[in-house]
C-alpha cells in the first residue's frame, strides 16, 4: 500500500503516550526496606558478566527519586508511565511472607502517578526473580514457579487492582528465556540448553495465562497482556529457500510465543521441528485448554520493538546463535548469527545501525502493527521502543540528544500511519524516561528523556537533567503527535 502521501493523522485524543522502565535498572535501595535478593542480583557478581561489572545495587536510585522522577514526567504531560514491580520486594523469599514496606512502595509510586492523571501501567515480571526460588527449585525450569507466580500477581491485583487498569504479565519471554538458558548472557547463565528453553518457555506461558485468569477470576476488568520483543523479518530476495528461512524464522522466533499468547497454541511447523530435534516441551494434561482459555481473556498484545532483522538460508555448517554481541558500543563488534540448516541474519545493507549494532528500522515498527493486526486481530500497546547512544552533558547542563529525537520522530511517523491503515494501538511507551541500568551495557548506553548523573562507577551526584527530546516529546503530547 502506498501511504506516501497520506498525511499522518492526528493519534487518538485518548491516546497513551508514555514512557517505560524495569525495577531492577532503575530502583537501587537493592536491599532495602526488607527487599530479598534476586537472580539478578546475584548473577551481576559473576565476574565478566556485565559490563565493566556494573550492578543495579544503586541504579539511578528511582527508590529515593520517585517523586522526583513522576513529577518530571507530570511537567513532560505523560499520559502512562510503565514500570516493573520486583518480585523480591513484595515476597523476598518469593512466597511466603508478604513484606508490606515493599507493598507500600508501589501503592506510592502508583499514587504519585494518578495524583497527576498519569495512568499507571505495571509489569508483573520484568526478570528479576526472587533467588530464593531459584535455590528451592530451579526457579523458571521447575512448574513450581507457576503456583508462586500466581501467587504474587494475585497479591498485585488485590492491592492494586482498583487504581492500575493496564497489566503487562511478563516482560520479552523469548529474551529472558533465550539469554537465560540459550546464550548464558542472563540468568541463570545456561548455554545452549535447548530442552529446558522450550520447557522453561512452557512453564512461563503457564504462568502469565494462570494470572490472567486469576485477574478475571478476582474481578479484573482492565487490560492484561503480555510484552513481546517483536524483531520482524524480512527475507533477503526472492530465491524461494529465503522466504522459507523468514517463515521459518517467524515460526520459531515469533509465532511460537505470540501464538501462545494470542491463541493458546504452539505453531505447527515449528513443534514439528522440536519434536524431531527432542526439544519439544513436556505438556500436562489440560495445559493447553488453559492456555486456550487465557489467550480469549488477553486484551491486546504488548510490543517491544527495538530492530527488524534479514533472513537468509544459513547451511549446516553456517553460523551458530552463539557469537560475541556487541556491549561495548564500538560499531560492528556484533557478530553474524543463525539456526544452523534453518536461517541466518545478514545485515541490512538499507539500513543503518546504531553503536550498538542494533538495526534502525522505523518502519519494522509499523510492519509489526500490520502483522498483529492482520494475524491476531488484537489492539496494541508498544510497550517499548527507544534508542540507546552515548549521550554528552554539555555546559549549562544541557543535553543535546537530536539523533534521538529523529529516532522517535521515524518511528512515531510509522505508528501514525500504522493507525491509519487500521491497526488499533493504544500506547506508546518509550524506552526510556531517565536514563537507567542496561542489563549487560552499563550506564553509557542511555535510553532517557532525562539524563541521570552517573556512569559504571557508584559515585554520580545522580542529579536529573532534562534533555532536549524532554522538551520535544512534551510537544508531541501537547499536539496529539500532529506536528511530527
Ligand atoms: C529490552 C528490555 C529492557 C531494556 C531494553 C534495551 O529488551 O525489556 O529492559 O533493557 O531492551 O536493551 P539494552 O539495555 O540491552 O540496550
Keep these: ?55 543495579g545495587d544503586v541504579a539511578v536510585d528511582h527508590y529515593h527519586h520517585y517523586k522526583e522522577d513522576i513529577a518530571l514526567m507530570a511537567e513532560m504531560g505523560l499520559k502512562t508511565y510503565r ?51 531459584v ?12 503456583e508462586d507466580y500466581v501467587r504474587y500477581a494475585r497479591t498485585l491485583f488485590e492491592h492494586y487492582g482498583d487504581k492500575v487498569k493496564y ?55 482492565g487490560e492484561i497482556g503480555a510484552s513481546f520483543a517483536y524483531t520482524p523479518s524480512y527475507a533477503i530476495d526472492c530465491k524461494p529457500i529465503n522466504a522459507m528461512a523468514k517463515r521459518d524464522y517467524d515460526e520459531l522466533k515469533n509465532f511460537w ?3 501462545v499468547y494470542a491463541y493458546g497454541r504452539y ?39 527495538y530492530q527488524s532483522c534479514v533472513c537468509e538460508y544459513n547451511p549446516m555448517d553456517g553460523v551458530t546463535p552463539y557469537g560475541t554481541m556487541n556491549t561495548t558500543g564500538v560499531k560492528g563488534s556484533a557478530q553474524e548469527l543463525g539456526m544452523q540448516g534453518i536461517y541466518k541474519n545478514p545485515a541490512n545493507p538499507y539500513l543503518m545501525t546504531t553503536d ?23 489492539p496494541i500497546v508498544i510497550s517499548e521502543n527507544g534508542l540507546g547512544a552515548f549521550d554528552k552533558k554539555t555546559e549549562g547542563n544541557q543535553i543535546h540528544d537530536e539523533y534521538r529525537i529523529h529516532y522517535l520522530k521515524e518511528h512515531l511517523k510509522e505508528l501514525g500511519k500504522a493507525i491509519e491503515e487500521g491497526c488499533e494501538i493504544w500506547a506508546y511507551c518509550t524506552w526510556s524516561f531517565t536514563d537507567l541500568l542496561s542489563w549487560l551495557n552499563g550506564y553509557q548506553k542511555r535510553y532517557g528523556f532525562v539524563y541521570v548523573d552517573r556512569d559504571e562507577e557508584d559515585g554520580g551526584t545522580l542529579n536529573r537533567y532534562k534533555k532536549d527530546s524532554f522538551y520535544w516529546y512534551q510537544d508531541v503530547i501537547k499536539t496529539d503527535g500532529e506536528n511530527l
Excluded at 493519534?11 to 535498572?25: M, N, T
Excluded at 530451579?138 to 513450581?144: L, Q, Y
Excluded at 528465556?177 to 541463570?188: E, I, N, V
Design 1 to 55: 500500500m502506498d501511504m506516501e502521501e497520506m498525511k499522518v493523522t492526528r493519534f487518538p485524543k485518548d491516546f497513551l503516550w508514555g514512557s517505560a522502565s524495569a525495577a531492577y535498572q532503575i530502583e537501587g535501595g537493592w536491599k532495602e526496606d526488607g527487599k530479598g535478593v534476586t537472580n539478578w542480583d546475584t548473577f551481576v557478581r559473576i565476574p565478566g558478566k556485565t559490563y565493566k561489572a556494573t550492578t
Design 83 to 133: 514500570f516493573s514491580v520486583s518480585w523480591a520486594r513484595i515476597y523476598p523469599e518469593g512466597r511466603g511472607t508478604v513484606n508490606e514496606k515493599g507493598l507500600a512502595f508501589y501503592q506510592d509510586i502508583i499514587d504519585e502517578c494518578l495524583k497527576y492523571g498519569i495512568e499507571p501501567m505495571v509489569t508483573i515480571f520484568h526478570w528479576d526473580l526472587p533467588q530464593a526460588l
Design 135 to 146: 535455590d528451592l527449585y530451579g526457579g523458571w525450569e521447575s512448574p513450581n514457579i507457576i
Design 167 to 221: 497489566w503487562i504479565t511478563l516482560n520479552e519471554q523469548n529474551i529472558f528465556t533465550s539469554l537465560g538458558w540459550l546464550t548464558a548472557q542472563h540468568p541463570p547463565g545456561k548455554f545452549d540448553a535447548q530442552k529446558t528453553f522450550y520447557q522453561v518457555n512452557h512453564h512461563a506461558f503457564m504462568a502469565h495465562a494462570k494470572a490472567v485468569l486469576a485477574y478475571r477470576e478476582m474481578g479484573g476488568k
Design 257 to 259: 510465543w505470540m501464538d
Design 267 to 305: 505453531p505447527k511447523a515449528a513443534m514439528a521441528y522440536l519434536k524431531k530435534k527432542g526439544y519439544a516441551p513436556e505438556i500436562a494434561d489440560g495445559d493447553m485448554d488453559i492456555l486456550k482459555k487465557a489467550a480469549s481473556e488477553i486484551t491486546f498484545m504488548g510490543v517491544n520493538y
Design 356 to 378: 550498538w549494532d542494533w538495526t534502525i528500522d522505523p518502519m519494522g515498527l509499523r510492519f509489526c502493527c500490520r502483522e498483529i493486526t492482520s494475524r491476531y486481530g488484537l
